[in-house]
C-alpha cells in the first residue's frame, strides 16, 4: 500500500495506492468526501473512460510515445499510462483541462525553450486541451527519455505489462 498526502491551501488530499483500486480522500473545509475508482487493466481501458473528445487526444499520445519509444513497454502504474523501458520512463494522464507528462527531461536547451510554455512545474509538462497537440514537440521529449533511460541499468522489478495494439 502506498500513501501519499499532498497539502493545498485549505485542500488536503491523501492518495492511497492499494494494489487495483486506486483511492484518494479529499478534506475541505472539515468536510470528507472519498472517491473510490478502480484502476484500469490497460492504457486501452484507460483510454475508454473518458470522454471521446478526450480519447482523442490521448490516442495521439499514445501513438506518438509508442512510435517514438517502440522499445518500450506499456503499463498502468498510479494510476496512468506508463512506458516502461529500464524502469518506468514516462507517464502521462488526462486531467479536467490538460494532458499532464512525467518527467520532463532536462539538459538539452533547444528542448527547454521549445517545452518551456509547456511546463508547470519541477519536471512536468501539461498540453492543454483548448491548444494543438504539439506532437513533434512530445516525441522530441520522449526521444531524449529514451537517450537517458539507455544509460540506466535494467530495472529489477517485473511489471505487467501489455501487448501494444493501437
Known amino acids: 500500500m502506498t500513501h501519499c498526502t499532498l497539502k493545498m491551501s485549505s485542500l488536503h488530499i491523501l492518495f492511497i495506492g492499494i494494489p487495483g483500486k ?19 487493466s490497460s492504457v486501452k481501458k ?16 499514445r501513438a506518438t510515445v509508442v ?5 518500450a513497454e506499456e503499463a498502468i502504474k498510479y494510476g496512468i499510462p506508463t512506458l516502461v ?10 486531467w479536467k483541462n ?5 518527467p520532463v527531461p532536462e ?3 533547444e528542448f527547454t525553450k521549445a517545452i518551456a510554455a509547456y511546463t508547470s512545474g519541477k519536471s512536468s509538462a501539461q498540453f492543454p486541451f483548448d ?13 531524449l527519455l529514451v537517450a537517458r ?3 540506466k541499468p535494467l530495472a529489477k522489478g517485473k511489471w505487467k505489462t501489455e501487448n501494444r495494439g493501437l
Not at 523501458?85 to 488526462?94: E, K, Q, R, T
Request: no cysteine.
Open 22 to 40: 486506486f483511492v484518494w480522500h479529499t478534506k475541505q473545509y472539515g468536510m470528507a468526501k472519498t472517491i473510490k475508482k478502480a484502476v484500469p
Open 46 to 61: 484507460y483510454i475508454a473512460g473518458f470522454p471521446r473528445e478526450t480519447q482523442q487526444v490521448l490516442k495521439a499520445v
Open 67 to 71: 512510435k517514438a519509444a517502440p522499445q
Open 85 to 94: 523501458f529500464h524502469g518506468n520512463m514516462l507517464s502521462y494522464g488526462a
Open 98 to 102: 490538460h494532458i499532464g507528462m512525467y
Open 107 to 109: 539538459g538539452d536547451s
Open 131 to 143: 491548444k494543438p497537440l504539439p506532437v513533434k514537440l512530445i516525441a522530441t521529449l520522449v526521444k
Open 149 to 151: 533511460t539507455k544509460e
